[in-house]
């Protein structure tokens, strides 16, 4: 799982003392097996209890980072459950985490969800986004290149702290990620774990950068 080039918390303290900014777009941590038959992806399930120790790690780590920290999550329990822990383990009390449909099921990537839940229930779902890596369409998907572009420009609007935690889910960080050339090579074996994060670095000059963080934190890429 050490992918070349990764960043980790220390590259990411760096480059906050530095004076750029970092949003770091953050699957969320741990949670239950989600029923395949669900058509809201497990909408209600909570982060396990390790979940929560993952959370409050990341936080610890970047504790202190910056003063002016900025919270965001999808609308889903489990991911909105990710920032508040992770809040907690940065000594954030009260985080103001708005919810936010854009940057999960509702976001640029999304062509129609209902098509994204029958890939879902089908067992070969890694297959089916492996697929869509590579060819950059699949069925439910909007065109990655073009959706990864929109998603940018709309988390980056959203995003007014020096840094920025934003929970998401696993296949927009992997899609995000492919678009931008920095892992291309996503499959079952190499995917993101548990708070693993894509990372936006915005230097003063205007000139963007992009990593995937690898957090260490869990081996699984599903839930217990």
């Not at 390790?50 to 959370?55: A, D, E, L, T, V």
């Not at 409050?56 to 489990?78: C, H, I, M, N, W």
């Not at 890596?133 to 609007?157: D, H, R």
């Not at 090579?185 to 670095?201: M, T, Y």
Request: hydrophobic share 45%; net charge negative.
């Amino acid at each position: 799982m050490n992918d070349e080039g990764a960043m980790d918390f220390q590259a990411v303290r760096d480059e906050l003392q530095k004076g750029n900014r970092v949003l770091l777009l953050v699957r969320h941590a741990e949670r239950p097996h989600i029923d395949h038959e669900d058509p809201t992806f497990g909408g209600a399930l909570p982060i396990t209890d390790n979940g929560k120790r993952m959370c409050e790690d990341f936080g610890r780590a970047l504790k202190g980072a910056s003063t002016d920290v900025q919270f965001r999550a999808s609308p889903l329990r489990r991911t909105v459950m990710s920032a508040e822990f992770i809040a907690r383990g940065m000594g954030i009390a009260r985080a103001e985490i708005p919810a936010d449909e854009a940057i999960g099921n509702g976001s640029a990537f999304i062509s129609d969800i209902r098509a994204v839940w029958q890939l879902f229930r089908d067992t070969r779902f890694f297959e089916h986004m492996a697929a869509y890596m590579i060819v950059g369409v699949q069925t439910g998907f909007a065109p990655i290149e073009a959706a990864a572009a929109t998603y940018e420009e709309y988390v980056l609007s959203q995003f007014t702290g020096q840094l920025g935690v934003f929970t998401t889910h696993d296949v927009f960080v992997a899609s995000y990620l492919c678009a931008k050339g920095v892992k291309t090579d996503w499959n079952q074996e190499n995917w993101p774990r548990f708070l693993d994060s894509a990372v936006i670095v915005l230097e003063p000059s205007g000139v963007r950068r992009y990593a995937l963080l690898r957090a260490g934190l869990s081996t699984r890429a599903t839930g217990v």
